[in-house]
């Protein structure tokens, strides 16, 4: 499974981004995703989940009520929609795929090689 992000990019604090995954090669239609963030000298963090069929979803804490996690299989691609941005929130973007088809969403090994959100004060 390869997996490529969009749509980072600066913005002003209160502002929103859509970050988009796109992926090729394997089919992540039946995919748990995930979407990670990480700065400088932090490890990385997980942002929320979505289940294969985007009836389950999972955020930190940091973001619940901001973020939302959406899924087109169609279109092999999972978004995460974020508002009321804050400083922050500035981060590379990350998304990933879990391990196996039809998983809990508790081990993802493949990563995308991420986007990079900058939200000014």
């Known amino acids: 499974v390869q997996l490529v992000e969009s749509g980072g990019g600066t913005v002003q604090a209160g502002g929103s981004l859509r970050l988009s995954c796109t992926a090729s090669?394997?089919?992540?239609?039946?995919?748990?995703m995930g979407w990670f963030r990480q700065t400088p000298g932090k490890e990385r963090e997980p942002v929320g989940s979505?289940?294969?069929?985007?009836?389950?979803?999972y955020y930190a804490d940091s973001v619940q009520g901001r973020f939302t996690i959406l899924r087109d299989n169609a279109k092999e691609t999972v978004y995460l929609h974020t508002s009321g941005l804050r400083p922050e929130d500035t981060a590379v973007y990350y998304c990933a795929a879990d391990a196996l088809e039809y998983g809990l969403g508790t081990e993802f090994d493949y990563w995308g090689q991420g986007t990079q959100v900058t939200v000014s004060s």
């Open positions: 090669g394997r089919t992540i239609s039946r995919r748990f």
């Open positions: 979505i289940s294969w069929n985007g009836l389950e979803t």
